[in-house]
């Protein structure tokens, strides 16, 4: 991980900028390159975008995050200096592969990233596919801004998601230093922090704050909503159910692709939350009080640092 983020990059530079997959991510994008043009702060002439549900591109330009809505992949991403892959993190294989497959229509200079929450198979996939077509090990660098929503869709997008957020970025080997410096450049014009690790760093990292969270959510809603008495329980549900189920409130088809994609490293996470709890239900059993005293003093001990921590950054950044 670096810690050169805060050194003031050269302006961005990319002329037209294609997204693909307007969405909440895409679609937030879209309205914060338009911002950051409109303050100078971005060299985008022209942001269009593709989505493959009839009628969300158009969606998107009424709603302010694109200047023109195109009718194919291959019409967004010709002559396009920055290819944005914004689709769910199983059909962004799908679309790199068809960004490869339509390659003659790209700038020699392009630079190809995405923004999905699992950045190792995409890596992957990039390096074989560059193996056919070289320059897109050099040109691809797989991102994934740390922000989000419950909400879904284009009227789910907002200018201000991206803003102030850490924005990881997963170059290898290959990269081409250019590409690299230019998406630098565009995730600090956006007003977020870039920071650069390897891809199963950060999908290891994911798994634990991000993935985990939204299975237990998703356990935890299911079991008191199967429950005989959850009529009951829904009318005192408060702050505590809804922080803990919030997650569960997304995309479906969203959120199965996250936990299919990253399997591995999230059974592994599941694997000691599981261990955990089986000893905090252990210690209520037999009616430990000093141990279960315990483990609420290091969770709170924990949760606290942290957000000390976070805190402190986010002040840091402004």
Not at 89 to 99: G, S
Not at 120 to 127: F, K, M, N, S, Y
Not at 265 to 286: G, H, K, V
Request: one cysteine or more; charged letters at 20%.
């Amino acid at each position: 991980m670096t810690d050169d983020s805060r050194v003031a990059p050269p302006l961005a530079e990319f002329g037209r900028v294609a997204i693909i997959g307007m969405g909440l991510m895409g679609g937030s994008l879209g309205l914060a390159l338009r911002a950051a043009r409109a303050v100078g702060a971005l060299d985008a002439s022209e942001v269009v975008g593709y989505d493959a549900a009839p009628g969300v591109a158009e969606r998107a330009v009424a709603r302010g995050a694109l200047d023109l809505a195109c009718a194919s992949l291959a019409e967004a991403i010709d002559a396009a200096r920055l290819v944005v892959i914004a689709a769910p993190t199983l059909a962004a294989e799908r679309v790199l592969r068809a960004v490869v497959e339509h390659a003659a229509h790209l700038a020699p200079d392009v630079v190809v990233t995405d923004m999905c929450s699992v950045k190792a198979p995409l890596v992957a996939l990039a390096e074989t596919l560059g193996e056919r077509t070289p320059a897109l090990a050099e040109r691809y660098v797989g991102g994934h801004p740390m922000a989000g929503s419950e909400r879904a869709g284009i009227e789910a997008a907002t200018e201000a998601l991206l803003r102030g957020a850490r924005w990881v970025l997963t170059p290898t080997a290959a990269t081409a230093p250019d590409a690299l410096a230019r998406l630098r450049a565009l995730v600090v014009a956006l007003g977020a922090e870039p920071v650069e690790m390897a891809a199963e760093a950060h999908d290891d990292a994911v798994a634990g704050i991000s993935h985990l969270p939204l299975a237990l959510a998703v356990a935890l809603t299911e079991t008191l909503a199967d429950a005989d008495d959850w009529a009951t329980m829904a009318q005192l549900a408060a702050g505590g159910y809804r922080d803990a189920t919030r997650v569960a409130a997304g995309d479906p088809l969203m959120g199965r692709d996250i936990l299919l994609a990253n399997r591995g490293p999230l059974l592994a996470r599941l694997d000691a939350f599981t261990a955990t709890l089986a000893r905090l239900r252990e210690r209520i059993a037999r009616g430990d009080a000093g141990a279960i005293e315990a483990e609420l003093r290091a969770a709170q001990a924990a949760r606290l640092s942290w957000q000390a921590e976070h805190e402190r950054a986010r002040g840091q950044r402004g």
